[in-house]
């Protein structure tokens, strides 16, 4: 129900003599300061130990009187304060190793990052085998790069509900209320607890209204204390969840109705029309140690709730219990295991619509006293924690989160600056994902932008295509989805479409602006080309299998681009007569034209062109001045190849299918199969 310290109301060993004012030593002496810190009223000790401290002459009293001050800020949950008294007590006695380090701490709890870092490696200069410090320092320095990360989350204080006191441990009830804790003044007891110096904490009720055209800006109308003397008592009661019919409640209380306990127990009450009737402690939740912070999971049949009893890896931990059916009875406790729980505390756990465990804890790494984390799993078998940076956490005391159903909304309870009381309720959501994707297209060769491109993009979340074209001075903007994976192209006449590039939102948990910009290479119609790999049997012109696959290249090539035309040329080594080689040459020219031809290409836009042994491509001549050594057969190799080049980019279709994909490639609609990029510039 509560946090570690002045929230550890509901966590703490309490006897009826905390509510009772004594007759004791006067107040102002160092005996009335240390009994009233035993009875862990930490106020009461507090305003001792000043005075004390203000009045005394003697050194080791005086340094004690200002530690202690200090421990009292700190357990009352007031680290302003304590800060200022551990900085004395440390400068009183330089050798208070715990001074030292609960300055450090309330520094961190400051969010004083920088200056927190360098008491904790004071205090290790004293105490370099203490565990606790490398990750109290690693908290601060992940507090200093986080503070600058982009967030979704928007965190405003809840005005109108919280107090100059303590409010706190929220819980949903039914589609428009709120319950909550606090220790405000005119609470059902109306007597002020020792430990805070304020009121008991007690249940409260309040109805909120969502503004129609803006859900983020919520009404609240005035808290109401919830039955008094039923489920509130004089003692510290809060932290309520609910089944999902809202007939059963389980909630925090402390001491029992009477006063007489000596834990924190989890009772149930039952609705009884708008009241609750007949709270009785759950029979797992023993008097011998502390039991709070109840979560029902959505199936109401596992409840999740922190405590300190036997069994435990320190401080207070996460157990569930599971409910029977036949026996109408809870089972025994379960520990959650030492993936979530430390040494330290570990409170406040809260079950989302999805199964996703929230909780809060100041043993793991974090970025103050306690910080709220999320976890997924079940039962016991848990994924490590992830703390849920800022601006939900904060230097300060973060706990108690409430999640809505969808997630993007809630509620949490924390004491930073800028607060009305001690401890106050945030609210809490988060701002649409919001991606554009963006980009220029340039031409490969003069890095020209070129206008009036387009562009093709598909998504994994839609079957069909959006197909948009850049702007005047080659850029484009679009939006996209979140989650979602993108491929897209560029293509515009005159030049090769782009590679396919990749995009994707998924990994993104806040509003990106992506770039993707794309190089187009220009048709080149000055270049010759050479197709590798097209081979002819001796003194033959037929095209092989091993040939038919690379001229299959150029036939994606000519129905990707229908209007090019290209020349396929023919070339042999100078061996034999070259009446002959020319020819050969030619014939085999022929074969190719006519094999990509057979495939549907109009035979007009090829022309075959037989070179024979008149573009050599080394001194390979067998004849004329032109010999001028022996070539190896690899060398003659080179010179028997097959090329092409663009010719021009002006052919007009003649059959239907021809502009059919003239159109496609022109004037790409939405829907349908996506298109996909065609053959990129060939090797030369």
């Known amino acids: 129900m509560t946090k570690t310290n002045s929230l550890a109301a509901l966590f703490v060993v309490l006897s009826a003599a905390i509510f009772i004012t004594s007759c004791g030593p006067s107040k102002g002496s160092m005996t009335a300061a240390r009994e009233a ?80 870092i360098i008491e904790y490696n004071n205090y290790l200069k004293k105490n370099p085998s203490d565990a606790r410090v490398p990750a109290q320092i690693q908290g601060c320095e992940q507090a200093l790069k986080w503070k600058n990360e982009k967030t979704r989350y928007v965190v405003e204080n809840v005005k109108s509900l919280n107090t100059k006191w303590s409010e706190f441990g929220m819980a949903f009830y039914k589609k428009n209320e709120l319950y909550f804790t606090s220790d405000r003044e005119k609470g059902a007891s109306g007597k002020v607890y020792g430990w805070t110096g304020n009121g008991h904490t007690d249940l409260y009720k309040v109805v909120f209204k969502a503004e ?55 009772y149930e009450a039952t609705a009884n029309g708008t009241l609750w009737s007949d709270p009785a402690p759950l029979s797992f939740s023993s008097d011998s140690f502390t039991c709070g912070h109840p979560v029902l999971n959505k199936a ?96 300060g005391d973060d706990f108690g989160i409430i999640m809505a159903k969808d997630k993007e909304s809630g509620y949490f309870a924390s004491n930073r600056d800028g607060g009305r009381g001690q401890d106050d309720i945030y609210r809490f959501y988060m701002t649409p994902l919001l991606f554009t994707l963006s980009g220029v297209v340039r031409d490969s060769a003069t890095k020209e932008l070129l206008p009036n491109t387009t562009i093709t993009i598909t998504s994994s979340s839609d079957t069909g295509k959006l197909v948009i074209r850049t702007d005047a001075t080659g850029g484009y903007k679009i939006n996209l989805k979140a989650k979602t994976d993108y491929e897209l192209f560029a293509a515009k006449e005159d030049y090769y479409d782009s590679k396919i590039e990749s995009q994707s939102t998924r990994p993104f948990e806040v509003s990106t602006d992506l770039v993707q910009d794309f190089m187009l290479p220009p048709f080149d119609f000055t270049t010759v080309f050479t197709l590798e790999g097209i081979y002819y049997d001796l003194d033959k012109a037929n095209i092989r299998p091993d040939a038919a696959l690379i001229l299959d290249t150029m036939v994606t090539l000519l129905k990707k681009y229908p209007r090019i035309r290209i020349e396929l040329g023919s070339h042999t080594d100078c061996r034999a007569d070259s009446a002959y080689n020319q020819n050969l040459s030619q014939r085999r020219a022929d074969s190719a034209v006519a094999y990509i031809s057979s495939k549907g290409i109009d035979i007009e836009r090829m022309v075959a062109k037989g070179y024979g042994e008149s573009s050599l491509v080394n001194d390979c001549a067998c004849e004329g001045t032109y010999v001028k050594r022996k070539c190896t057969e690899e060398e003659h190799q080179l010179n028997r190849r097959t090329t092409f080049r663009l010719l021009d980019n002006k052919y007009i279709p003649k059959n239907k299918q021809e502009m059919k994909d003239t159109k496609d490639k022109t004037v790409a609609p939405r829907g349908g199969t996506p298109a996909k990029p065609g053959t990129q510039p060939p090797r030369r």
Request: one cysteine or more; hydrophobic letters at 25%; proline letters at 5%.
């Open 37 to 116: 810190f035993k009875k862990k009223e930490y106020f009461t000790a507090g305003e001792n130990y000043k005075a004390v401290y203000s009045k005394t002459k003697k050194k080791e009293e005086k340094n004690e009187a200002c530690f202690q001050t200090a421990e009292c800020y700190r357990l009352a949950n007031d680290a302003k304060n304590a800060e200022n008294w551990y900085r004395k007590a440390v400068k009183g006695d330089p050798n208070n190793a715990e001074a030292q380090y609960q300055l450090a701490q309330m520094l961190k709890n400051n969010s004083k990052y920088s200056e927190a």
């Open 212 to 266: 129609k055209k803006n859900p983020n800006v919520i009404k609240y109308e005035i808290p109401a204390l919830v039955d008094k003397d039923v489920v509130n008592t004089p003692y510290n009661d809060g932290t309520p969840t609910f089944d999902a019919k809202y007939t059963t409640m389980y909630y925090t209380q402390c001491n029992g109705k009477d006063g007489k306990g000596n834990n924190c127990r989890i």
């Open 300 to 395: 109401g049949d596992v409840l999740y709730f922190s405590s300190d009893m036997p069994g435990g890896f320190g401080g207070k931990d996460l157990w569930y219990v599971t409910y029977s059916k036949r026996g109408k009875t809870w089972g025994d406790p379960i520990n959650l295991g030492p993936t979530i729980n430390t040494e330290g505390d570990e409170m406040y756990p809260f079950i989302a619509e999805d199964g996703t465990l929230y909780f809060s804890s100041n043993g793991h790494v974090g970025l103050g006293g306690v910080d709220i984390y999320f976890t997924k799993g079940e039962n016991a078998d848990w994924s490590t924690p992830i703390n849920m940076k800022s601006p939900i956490n904060s230097g």
